[in-house]
């Protein structure tokens, strides 16, 4: 799972991104509103956590524009204000629930597990099953009638992806930068090398048709 943080106090945000990168998510981070918006926009991430008040552009315009576009990824706010009316705004505005400052640790990840389990990215065991195949966010990999695939950490990510996206098609740059992520030195090429490893390893269980290429536009994981 990939996750978004947009906050601009420093303290805060280093603090929750560590906490989300223990609990072994992939996480993305932002201190202004410009650079939220640009990273949310992508359609890379499975869950928002967003600060209200920000720079350039507040987290409220930013529910509205990715709300726009079309991006159902829930949204999580994080703010200070507490008022009802603040609440039913944030609410209203397209976020999916909203945690006032400051909080318990323990509370935002059971927040944030809800989120996942209700846009339907995560089981209530935390597996993620299509096509008979089934990934366990826990062992970081893929099994088939119990049977591990033996994935590696890239190759665990990038079936994942996939099987949060089913049925539906994601292009080179998506996988990419979900992936390997913005700052990676390697070339997109890398995507279909490790396209190439996937089929091999689902191969071994008759599962390989699973991905399918979309000439000129991507990759999508569908039964056929």
């Known amino acids: 799972m ?60 930013i529910i509205k524009r990715v709300r726009a576009t079309g991006h159902t990824m829930p949204i999580l706010l994080l703010t200070a204000r507490d008022s009802v009316a603040d609440r039913v705004n944030g609410l209203e505005t397209g976020a999916d629930d909203y945690l ?22 995560l089981g209530k065991d935390g597996k993620i099953s299509y096509g008979g195949v089934v990934i366990d966010g826990k062992l970081r990999d893929g099994f088939v009638e119990g049977q591990a695939l033996g994935l590696t950490a890239k190759e665990y990510e990038l079936l994942e992806f996939l099987m949060l996206n089913k049925e539906q098609i994601l292009t080179r740059e998506q996988i990419f930068d979900r992936v390997w992520g913005f700052a990676s030195e390697t070339t997109i090429s890398v995507v279909d090398l490790y396209i ?16 399918q290429t979309i000439r000129g536009a991507g990759f999508m994981l569908k039964e056929k």
């Open 2 to 61: 990939r996750i978004l943080v947009v906050e601009d106090d420093h303290a805060l945000r280093e603090a929750v991104v560590a906490l989300l990168t223990e609990e072994n998510y992939l996480v993305d981070e932002a201190a202004t509103g410009d650079e939220g918006l640009y990273l949310a926009e992508q359609g890379i991430h499975d869950l928002l956590v967003l600060d209200i008040m920000l720079p350039e552009i507040s987290g409220l315009e």
């Open 100 to 121: 006032t400052k400051p909080f318990a640790i323990p509370e935002l990840l059971a927040r944030i597990k809800a989120l996942l389990r209700r846009s339907g990215n």
């Open 196 to 211: 190439h490893y996937l089929r091999k390893k689902l191969a071994s269980f008759d599962r390989d048709n699973l991905i």
